[in-house]
C-alpha cells in the first residue's frame, strides 16, 4: 500500500472552475501536510499547509484536513492557465526525523 | 545568489566515472536534504542532514556517498551509478527538521548514466 496516494490525472477543468485535488495516507499518526506545486521542467514549491482536521484558506487556495478519513485535499477556485501544473500532497512522518513523504502527484490543465 | 542552489544543472556520466553534485543554500536554513526524482515516481528521500549532523539515509546504495561539510552546503558524490539512476536530483533546505515540510528546493540536476 502506497503510504500517500493521489490520483496522477490529469485533472482538467475550465478557466474559472473550481479544481479539486485528493490525498490520501495511510500512517494514522501523522501530523503536518503539505502541498507543493511544480510547473513543467521547474521544482517543487510549497503552496499550502494545514496541522489541524478543517478547512485552511489562504486566497485561491484552500487545504482540508479529515484526519478521521486520512484524507486531505486542496482546492483551488477561480481556476487560472497559470495554475496549470502538478500539485504534490506531502506528509511529515512523526519523530521529526527530517522524513517527509511524498505522492506522486496530480497533474492539473486549466483550459482557457 | 539568494535561495538554493544546485551545480551542475545537467550531467551524463558513464557507469565507471565519479561524479558530484553541489548544493549551497544562502536562506540561513540548518537543515538540508537529498530528493531523488525519477518519472511516474514520487519524489524519493535519500538522505537528511540537520546542522551538518546525518539524520536519515533512506536506505540508499552506497554508490551515492553525500557530504556536508557545513549548514550551507551538501554534495552528492557518484561512483559506479547505474542506468537507472539516471534522475533529477534535488536539493531542498528547511529552517529546521521541525520544518522538515516547509522545504525550499533547489532547480535540480538532471542525472543521465549511460
Redesign the interface.
Known sequence: QKEVEQNSGPLSVPEGAIASLNCTYSDRGSQSFFWYRQYSGKSPELIMFIYSNGDKEDGRFTAQLNKASQYVSLLIRDSQPSDSATYLCAVNVIGNTGKLIFGQGTTLQVKP | ETGVTQTPRHLVMGMTNKKSLKCEQHLGHN?M?WYKQSA??????MF?Y?FKEQ??N?SVPSRFSPECPNSSHLFLHLHTLQPEDSALY?CASSLA??N?????????SRLTVL
Open positions: 537543515a536534504y511516474k515516481k514520487p519524489l524519493e528521500l537528511v540537520n539524520t536519515e533512506n534535488l527538521i521541525a522538515t515540510g516547509e522545504l525550499f528546493f533547489g532547480e535540480g
